[in-house]
Each structure stands twice: as structure tokens, then as C-alpha cells.
């Protein structure tokens, strides 16, 4: 996949919006080339020398990068509502549709195309689930009787034994379903959107994609049985002229294409395993009941209640189970086997924050014991020795942890010789190291001093006294350790770039990804399987205490003196601080955000109660996060302001994690814009949409539907004499004209993918959670 150019379109383009675009078209399309130049020198008979440079600009050819499909719909293994959409594939390089010239066609017309087959039009290909046909370049250019292969140009930089994989069609099939040369720019476009609500999935994502949409619509049974369709991404280069309304075929039976992406779906005629209907499930008990609030948390049900009515040990499990906490087997150092209480991070009640998971060194100091009940609570601890172990296994971590703190420990030496020296002054006004004092003397007379006889001593020499020792040396250097200069000055040298600084950035780096569960285990944030059954949607608060005891595990490697100890708890606030401002700045970063201060992330601490503030989130395990991989998340504040999203990740194909900076009033879901659906509505229709500027006459947003009757009957336009339901371009794009412009009262031009794409596009479906009943729509 070549790389896309810069494009300022996820940050310019608004959340929720998209721009389109007819193409992307290089300023030198791939393939073959060559310069020529020649000169002439009219003097001497007119002798023409001429010179020749030939060179490739490579671009995909027989085969694409995996990584370059974003999204596929619908989407790969799905079963559902298909007969009235137009599945499509969305490319995240935006130039790749347009990389290759096609013979006959004017710029701008792709070399791609997406057929929607089914197994009776595929002919061989029967091992693998779409049909191809895994082979040799040199393999499917042979020649072969019965089969039409493309006259393809194959560039120099492949080989005849490149791998590449193939499919063949039937020839009359492939008539039927190929989209002619002249209709097949209306059926790929350019897509510009916001990427900031949605997983980063290890594109370099600037907003830009390329969609190619299939000109059929997905064959049904007409029964209750579903139809297996095959969607297939090929190249049509070297096939130009079959590309027409009457192709000779040179009596093949069956035509050979390239095959860069593919995938298959189950279409049903009754609604099935769509978006609706799997987000409308997330919001369901398995009962079936409309879920309420309390059921949205993650958390247990528990078997008791919480009521005056109930016993008191029924009623302390009640409460446990309602503030998240499970029992798991406990193993106590005396060898006792009992269990103990333990809570994740993710919890489903605003925590109390406590100082001590802070400032323990030891995991043991985190163990909470309940005298009335006899039980333990071993959930600060179980972060503490998480912090630790994963620290330990991090060999990069841990020599950078300790160069920080090694450090720092010999600025605190340095400070300390410095204050207690009595060979430098004490009241802070001279020099404040010995060769500085020493520097002071060159400045004086000291070269007359030099030359000028030495004088013969009036009065005995005898050696200046030395100061007496501290009474208690450790005493002194804790006192020195506690002070007030100590501390600032430690703390000013974490964030100078000449002090501790180049140690500190990549701890803060390491503990800020840790703050954000990055590194820990998905069985210390979901222990038991029953938090989170399939096909559900659990919210959460993030426990600042467990992340306060998972980072002081992590931090309290290397401590190996009472000393190692105190110091670490002085310089402890300053890395928490930077570390907690890199976590927070972490998902722009890897989304290649430069616009803020690159050195802000791990400066000193700005303010008191610098850091993260309250987190929350959300864990949604669904067929909705494998089939819309680019699932669109938005969280708002009360006042409709969007939340920041610290993560979003796929912790599994159908886990999707997500970590809000605040407190939410609406969580959205929603079907990603660069991924919407293509098709009709019910009866075979679609809405018309505004397609004038907003300072027209009419106000109307650009695409925004012109009225609940203004529509258009897109299914009357289809290729005749065909089994399948194929548009055809030559008949539709006049209907639409004519359609758009009664509807507009005025003359739009022609009509381009682009608008196309606008008028045929489905309006992206959501699910939104908001108020305070938990109310869901």
C-alpha cells in the first residue's frame, strides 16, 4: 500500500461529518515509463543526439496489502437484511483505485471494480471459501483455451513466480454483472473523515479513503433460507475490451481476474445480525427484558438483596457484588485456604480515593482486612505486585527506571555535600561549588601575589579545624531529604532539560501507557467471563487507587535502602504527575498530533492535583466490533461538549475497550462515516438530498434530505435480461438528473461519483446511551 499524502481532513472535517470527493487521482499514474529527450545542433550538418531514460513508478498490480482494506461491508461471515444494500469495501489508501491507467478510459476512471458473485457464477476455486484460485503470476497469464486472460503489461519489478490470487467467472455471468468501461467511475469515490471516535487500528490514518462500491445488489433465496454472496475486489486492467455491451470473448467460456480483496455474507430476507438490531441487543437482558440502568454496569448480578429485610451476611454479599467485587480463591501465607474479595480497575461505582495506594512500598501495606466478617480484600494489592511484575518483565523499563533513579540520587549527594561543606559558604550568597570559589580567585591579584616575595609569618601556622560530625549521620541526610529546598530542587530538575528530564521522559513515557491498563492482564481487568457475556455492554469507573498501587508497584523496583525509599516517595508526585499528562496526550500521539507542546507531557507539575482527572469507560463485547472494526464511540459532557478519548482498542476480534476523560452524559455508537452502507430504502427507493450550498436560497445543509416524499425509485433502473439485480448507470444517472433538479426547482450540472455516492449512501445507523434512567435510543 503506497502511503497516502498528507491530508488535513480527520481534524478539519467536524465529527459526524464526511466530504466527498469524485477522485484521487496521482500525478503519475503506476506502471512502465519512459523519457525522452532530444537535441539538435543546427551547426555542423544538423546532428540529432537523443537520450532515453526508462523507469517504473510502482503501485500494486497483482496483489494489494492486506492491511490496506479498512472495513468491508457487509461485513465478512455476516448474516442479515443484505437484499437492499450495495456492499462496498473501503481502502485506506485514497489514491489506490486510480494508480493504474485503464486503456480507452479517460483520467479518472479505477482499475478496480467489486463483484458481488455467487457459487454458481465462479467456476473452480472450490478449496477456499470465496473461490480463488492461489497461484503464479506466470500461472494465470498462461494461455488456456477455455479461459480469457487479461492482456496485461505486467511491470518490471514482477516476477512470473510472484505469488498472486485469481478467480474465474463465466463468461455470459461476467457480462451480466461487470459494470461497462463508461460506468466504472460512478462506482468508486473519495472519502474524507474525522478519525478521532474510532480505534487505531495501525494505519497511519489521515482522514482520507477510498470506497469502492459493487453496482448489484446481494442475491436472496426469496424464502426464509439464506444466500451465500461473494464479493470480490478485482483488476480489470487488460480486460478493456470485454468491458462493453456486446463482448467478443474469442469463444472462451470463463474469464480469469485478479482477486485483491474478498470476503462472503449470508443475506436473509427477515432481519438478522444487522446494526440495528445488535445494538438494540446490547441494551437486553438474555432474558430478553429491556435492561435497566443497574444492568448496564460491570458487575455481577448478585443473588440477594440489599434491603433491611435481608440477613446480614446475604446483605454483605449483596453489597460486595454491587460495588463490583467478586470472590476468588485466597491462599493465605499461612497456608490457610479461604477466598478473599477482589476489584478490577473498571468499577461500577465512583470510588473513594485513598493516599495510601500512593505512598505503599510494599504490597502487603494494601491488604485490607474486614475484622467483622473475617474476609480479606486483596484488590489494591493484587495491582501493586501487577505493577511490579510487569515493570520487572519490562527490561527497557527497568534500566530506565533505575538511570532515573540513580540520577537523582546523586543530585540529593551532590545538594548535600554542598550544604554541609564548610570549605564553601552557608548563607547562599558565594559560590556554591568548589570550583567556582576557585574560579573567584583568578579573578582577583592572585598572578601579583604569585611574583611578590613570600613574607616571613609573624605567628605560628596550624591547620584549620574541621567541622564536626553530624551526631547521627542518617538522621541528618532524612532531615536534608524532607526539607522543603530538597524537594524543589528535585523537582525543578525533572523538568529541566539539563537535569533529570532525559530520565524522566521515557519512565513517564512507560507509566503513562500503564495508567491507561495498556500492559495489564484482561483477567485482572474482567476476572470472571460472567462481567461480560457475549453480545453485552458494560460502563465503568477507572479506580484512581488501583491505577495510584499498580504505578507504585511498578515504580518501587530498585528501592534498596530506607534512603532508596524516601527518595523515591519525593520525586514519586513529579513522575505521577508527568505520567498521568503523557497518558492523557497518549491516543494523540499515536494519531501523529504535533499541535501541542511535545514537551509538555512530561514537565514538571503545573498545578496541584495535576494529572488525569476522573476516567470512565466502556467494554463492549459484540459481533458489532468484528463486523464494524471502525466502530464509531462518542462520549459528551452534560453540556454537550465531547469528552477526550484517553483508548480505544480491540482487546479481542468482538472486545472493544474504550477510556473517557470525564464523566459522560451520552455514549454513542455509531456505524463509522467512512464505512456508511449503500442501498435503498423499503420499496426500492431512496430520499433525494440537498445538493446546493448552504448559502442558497433554501438553507439546507449539503446532503441534507429535501423531504420525507421527495424520493427517487433507484430499483427502476436496472440492466435487463440479467438474473441478478444490476444498476444501470446509463439509465439511473439521467433519472437522477432530472429527478434532482424538479426536486432543486433549478439545473445542477452532472451528476458525479461523488453525487452519487451523497444520494445512495444509507444514513449510518447508532445507538445512543443518555440521562440519568438510563434511557436508550
Known amino acids: 500500500m503506497s502511503p497516502s499524502p498528507p491530508h488535513p481532513a480527520r481534524d478539519t472535517i467536524p465529527v459526524g461529518d464526511i466530504e466527498l470527493h469524485d477522485n484521487y487521482l496521482p500525478a503519475l499514474p503506476a506502471g512502465d515509463h519512459r523519457v525522452e529527450v532530444t537535441h539538435t545542433l543546427w551547426t555542423g550538418g544538423g546532428k540529432t543526439f537523443t537520450a532515453v531514460q526508462r523507469f517504473t513508478v510502482r503501485g500494486p498490480q497483482v496483489a494489494i496489502d492486506t492491511a490496506a482494506v479498512v472495513a468491508k461491508q457487509p461485513p465478512d461471515a455476516s448474516s442479515g437484511l443484505y437484499a437492499e444494500v450495495l456492499p462496498h469495501l473501503v481502502l485506506g489508501d485514497p489514491m489506490l483505485p486510480w494508480e493504474r491507467a485503464v486503456r480507452g478510459a479517460p483520467a479518472g476512471t479505477p482499475w478496480l471494480a467489486l463483484l458481488v458473485l455467487t457459487d454458481d457464477q465462479l467456476v473452480g476455486g472450490t478449496t477456499a471459501p470465496t473461490r480463488t484460485i492461489t497461484g503464479t503470476v506466470g500461472d494465470f497469464l498462461a494461455g488456456d483455451p477455455a479461459v480469457l486472460k487479461p492482456e496485461l503489461a505486467v511491470e518490471a519489478d514482477i516476477g512470473d513466480t510472484d505469488p498472486c490470487a485469481y478467480i474465474q467467472v463465466a463468461a455470459t455471468e461476467f457480462h451480466a454483472v461487470a459494470p461497462r468501461l463508461e460506468e466504472l467511475r460512478f462506482w468508486t469515490h473519495c472519502r474524507g473523515a474525522n478519525t478521532g471516535d474510532r480505534a487505531i487500528l495501525g494505519l497511519k490514518e489521515d482522514g482520507l479513503f477510498a470506497v469502492v462500491v459493487a453496482n448489484r445488489f446481494p442475491a436472496t433465496a426469496g424464502s426464509t433460507a439464506a444466500t451465500k454472496n461473494i464479493v470480490h475486489l478485482v483488476s480489470l486492467e487488460g480486460h478493456e475490451k470485454i468491458l462493453v455491451d456486446d463482448p467478443d470473448f474469442q469463444g472462451r467460456t470463463s474469464v480469469a481476474l485478479l482477486s485483491l480483496a474478498s470476503w462472503s455474507f449470508w443475506a436473509y430476507p427477515d432481519r438478522q445480525a444487522d446494526f440495528a438490531d445488535l445494538a438494540e441487543g446490547l441494551t437486553r437482558t438474555p432474558d430478553g427484558d429491556q435492561a435497566g440502568r443497574d ?172 567541622a564536626a560530625p553530624p551526631a547521627d549521620p542518617t538522621q541528618a541526610l532524612d532531615d536534608f531529604l524532607r526539607s522543603d529546598a530538597t524537594r524543589e530542587a528535585l523537582t525543578g530538575a525533572l523538568a529541566d532539560g539539563d537535569g533529570l528530564k532525559e530520565h524522566l521522559t521515557p519512565v513517564a513515557r ?196 429535501l423531504g420525507a416524499d421527495v424520493t427517487f425509485p433507484v430499483l427502476d433502473h436496472l440492466r435487463t435480461g440479467t438474473g441478478g439485480r444490476v444498476l444501470d448507470i446509463g439509465s439511473l444517472i439521467p433519472a437522477l438528473t432530472a429527478a434532482l433538479e424538479t426536486a432543486h426547482g433549478t439545473t445542477l450540472g452532472p451528476i458525479g461519483p461523488a453525487d452519487l455516492a451523497m444520494q445512495m449512501v444509507k444514513v449510518p445507523e447508532a445507538v445512543h446511551f443518555t440521562g440519568p434512567d438510563g434511557d436508550r435510543r
Open 295 to 466: 444492568e448496564m454496569w460491570l458487575r455481577l448480578a448478585s443473588p440477594y438483596q440489599d434491603t433491611d429485610g435481608t440477613p446480614a451476611p446475604r446483605r454483605q454479599v449483596a453489597r460486595r457484588l454491587n460495588d463490583g467485587y467478586l470472590p476468588l480463591p485466597y491462599l493465605t501465607r499461612s497456608g490457610e485456604a479461604t477466598y478473599a474479595w477482589y476489584r478490577g480497575p473498571l468499577t461500577p461505582v465512583l470510588p473513594v480515593a485513598t493516599a495510601q495506594a500512593a505512598r505503599a512500598t510494599t504490597a502487603d501495606a494494601l491488604i485490607g482486612y474486614d475484622p467483622a466478617w473475617g474476609t480479606f480484600d486483596m484488590s489494591l494489592a493484587t495491582a501493586f505486585e501487577t505493577g511490579r511484575a510487569l515493570a520487572v518483565a519490562d527490561a527497557a523499563f527497568a534500566q530506565h527506571l533505575l538511570e532515573l533513579k540513580h540520577a537523582a540520587r546523586h543530585l540529593v549527594d551532590t545538594l548535600y555535600h554542598q550544604a554541609t561543606s564548610t570549605h564553601l559558604p552557608q548563607d547562599g550568597d558565594g559560590p556554591d561549588t568548589a570550583r567556582a570559589a576557585f574560579g573567584l580567585l583568578l579573578g582577583g591579584d592572585l598572578l601579583t601575589a604569585l611574583g611578590t616575595p613570600p613574607a616571613r609569618p609573624t605567628a605560628p601556622w596550624s591547620p584549620p579545624a574541621p
Open 510 to 705: 512507560w507509566l503513562g501507557r500503564l495508567m491507561l491498563l495498556h500492559p495489564v492482564p484482561f483477567t485482572h481487568l474482567v476476572p470472571d467471563e460472567r462481567l461480560l457475556p457475549q453480545e453485552s455492554l458494560r460502563f465503568f469507573h477507572v479506580d484512581p487507587s488501583w491505577l495510584d498501587a499498580l504505578v507504585s508497584g511498578a515504580f518501587s523496583i530498585g528501592a534498596q535502602s530506607s534512603r532508596d525509599t524516601l527518595q523515591d516517595q519525593i520525586v514519586a508526585d513529579a513522575v505521577r504527575s508527568a505520567a498521568a499528562r503523557t497518558a492523557a496526550a497518549h491516543r494523540d500521539t499515536l494519531r501523529g498530533d504535533t499541535s501541542g507542546d511535545p514537551d509538555a507531557a512530561t514537565g514538571a507539575p503545573t498545578e496541584a492535583g495535576d494529572g488525569l482527572g476522573p476516567v470512565t469507560g466502556l467494554l463492549l463485547r459484540s459481533a458489532l466490533v468484528s463486523g464494524w472494526p471502525n466502530l464509531a464511540v462518542r462520549a459528551a459532557a452534560p453540556d454537550g461538549t465531547p469528552l477526550p478519548v484517553l483508548r480505544m482498542d480491540h482487546l479481542a476480534p468482538t472486545v472493544l475497550l474504550c477510556l473517557f476523560g470525564g464523566l459522560p452524559a451520552m455514549v454513542e455508537l455509531r456505524e463509522p462515516q467512512e464505512g456508511f452502507r449503500f442501498g435503498v430504502e423499503d420499496h426500492g427507493v431512496i430520499p433525494l438530498r440537498n445538493m446546493l450550498p448552504p448559502d442558497s436560497p433554501t438553507g439546507r445543509r449539503l446532503g441534507e434530505q
